[in-house]
């Protein structure tokens, strides 16, 4: 069985300030860790994967995430935020041999300007 | 960018109707499934797809769900007997591999509604 919390529901940063949208998941195996982001009526857009190697993983729009394996964290960072990172953000697990992705309820951020 | 797309992007169906919602994978995309959403829920599993069968079932996709590749290009997901309770937002999705760090592109959904 495989599982992700995101503990917040929102979060609320201000413009040029560091954001960080928390997420802990539970699989049997080795996990692939995703985070996707959706923006009002779209759907879900993939920003970054975590497979194996580093634990920091860099992805689209300067987000990145860190993996700890000892916490079960996979959390997302910006170090800056931007008004149009305005948006509701699912972390996402797979284990590895299986085809379904398990999701988050999703943290919705706003940044205001 | 290759983009998944679905149409219609709502679909309003009186309770115990057929209805088939439709998606066009990416086109080098191998594997294919389909998600849902019901309002204030999480994104739920109900199905892949793969090589004209399916890979795995979430115990959601019950008989009255069934999906269809019925040409090169189209994945279509047929809920027989709607119920008021299938009312959620419906995402498919397309990879290049299954069991593999490829990530799951998704559309942007049909919102199915039904009455």
């Known amino acids: 069985a495989q599982s992700v919390a995101q503990p917040e529901d929102q979060v609320n940063v201000a413009e040029g300030n560091p954001l960080t949208v928390k997420c802990t998941y539970s699989?049997?195996?080795?996990?692939?860790l995703f985070w996707y982001v959706q923006y009002p009526n779209r759907g879900l857009q993939f920003l970054l994967k975590?497979?194996?190697?580093?634990?920091l993983v860099k992805g689209s729009y300067g987000f990145e995430a860190e993996f700890n394996k000892s916490q079960t964290s996979f959390h997302l960072k910006k170090p800056s935020a931007l008004v149009s990172d305005s948006a509701l953000y699912f972390c996402?697990?797979?284990?590895?041999?299986?085809?379904?992705?398990?999701f988050g309820a999703g943290t919705t951020v706003t940044v205001r300007a | 960018e290759p983009e998944v797309t679905q149409t219609p992007s709502h679909q309003v169906t009186q309770m115990g109707q057929e209805v088939i919602l439709r998606c066009v994978p990416i086109?080098?995309?191998?594997?294919f499934y389909w998600y849902r959403q019901i309002l204030g829920q999480k994104v739920e599993f109900l199905v892949s797809?793969?090589?004209?069968?399916?890979?795995?079932k979430s115990e959601i996709f019950d008989d009255q769900f069934s999906v269809e590749r019925p040409d090169g290009s189209n994945f279509t997901l047929k809920i027989r007997s709607t119920k008021l309770e299938d009312s959620a937002m419906y995402f498919c999705?397309?990879?290049?591999?299954?069991?593999?760090?490829?990530?799951?592109?998704f559309g942007d959904g049909t919102r199915l509604s039904i009455l």
């Open positions: 996402a697990v797979r284990d590895r041999d299986d085809y379904k992705l398990s």
């Open positions: 975590y497979i194996t190697g580093d634990n």
């Open positions: 999705a397309s990879s290049v591999q299954g069991f593999s760090n490829q990530p799951q592109h």
């Open positions: 699989v049997s195996g080795n996990p692939y």
């Open positions: 086109s080098n995309h191998l594997y």
């Open positions: 797809f793969y090589n004209n069968e399916i890979s795995e």
